[in-house]
């Protein structure tokens, strides 16, 4: 109940106040998490420690953390007002590269799955495609608490995104990508317990296998995708070149766990590029290299 009453009082501030101050104000009660927490700091920093190479000071690995935690506050203001983002903010804040990418992929008719991560904005990149006209569902997480999954929920209807619960995703997913639809999926955190194996930064990790496995078994093109934030607040809206599974399995025809793992290399390397290049916006709270933390899988997270 305290969580959903502060999710709901930031929600107001966020509505009450400009953006800028909203960023200020976020970036305060960053600040302020950043020195009470315990958990949350520790597995920043060691994954920081993982991206970096071992090769800063604690100064410096400590400010990067700290960067992190108020990226991610600016995130959350960025939600919580995402019933104000329309045409008009898109014009002033966001610069679309790549759009080409999308459109090249949705014209092969097999529906077209926009694999992002925990990085920067991935909310946002949602709500803009909706302004422009594309129609997306995304998988989400669902909260234990009630009142916290219902005002998630409603925040993204109100950005015109069809949010499809992990819980029930695997029909739906495959009804969306069937009819040619938008597919937002994230490759880097497995809440399945069910995730496949490989290499991140030369370290073992667990990553989901939804995208791979439904462009295995569909043919629907991979795009990546990212929204990073840039210094002056505004946003890259990316849409990386398309993988298309097709040229990638030419060798692997039938075998499926083959095909699967040749998928998830081909994407996991994008995802680990951008990481490096943005670690301040990677929101992973948990020690992603430790493997077997269950605790990092409960479902009452926002991410």
């Known amino acids: 109940m305290i969580l959903y009453l502060l999710y709901r009082i930031g929600y107001f501030l966020v509505q009450a106040l400009p953006l800028k101050v909203s960023y200020i104000l ?3 009660i960053a600040d302020i998490y950043y020195c009470w927490t315990v958990k949350d700091k520790r597995a920043v920093l060691e994954n920081l420690k993982v991206i970096t190479g071992g090769r800063l000071s604690a100064v410096e ?15 959350l203001a960025d939600f919580f007002r995402s019933s104000k983002i329309d045409s008009n903010y898109v014009k002033r ?17 097999k529906g077209v799955i926009l694999l992002s ?3 920067a904005n991935w909310e946002l990149g949602a709500v803009v495609l909706g302004i422009l006209g594309y129609n997306i569902s995304v998988v989400v997480l669902t ?7 219902a005002f998630f929920t409603r925040q993204r209807v109100l950005g015109n995104v069809k949010p499809i619960e992990i819980g029930i995703a695997l029909r739906s997913c495959y009804k969306v990508l069937g009819e040619n639809g938008l597919l937002g999926l994230l490759g880097d955190r497995d809440f399945s317990k069910t995730g496949i194996k ?24 991979i795009v990546p995708t990212f929204m990073i934030r840039k210094p002056d607040e505004a946003f890259r809206f990316i849409f990386d070149p398309p993988i298309e599974p097709a040229e990638i399995l030419e060798s692997k025809t039938g075998d499926e766990e083959a095909g699967i793992q040749a998928l998830t290399k081909a994407y996991i390397g994008i995802i680990e590029s951008y990481i490096k ?24 997270t926002i991410i």
């Open 93 to 109: 804040f966001i610069g679309i590269e790549g759009l080409e990418n999308l459109k090249s992929a949705m014209s092969k008719g």
């Open 26 to 28: 976020a970036r305060s």
């Open 143 to 149: 909260h234990q608490n009630k009142k916290i999954n």
């Open 61 to 75: 690995l400590n400010k990067m953390g700290r960067d992190v935690f108020r990226n991610f506050a600016k995130y």
């Open 117 to 119: 991560a925990h990085i």
């Open 277 to 300: 290049q943005y670690p301040t916006q990677w929101f992973m709270f948990k020690e992603f290299w430790s493997g077997g933390d269950k605790e990092s899988l409960r479902p009452d």
């Open 198 to 221: 490989t290499l991140m930064f030369g370290k073992p990790a667990i990553i989901p296998k939804g995208p791979a496995v439904f462009s295995y078994r569909l043919g629907s093109i």
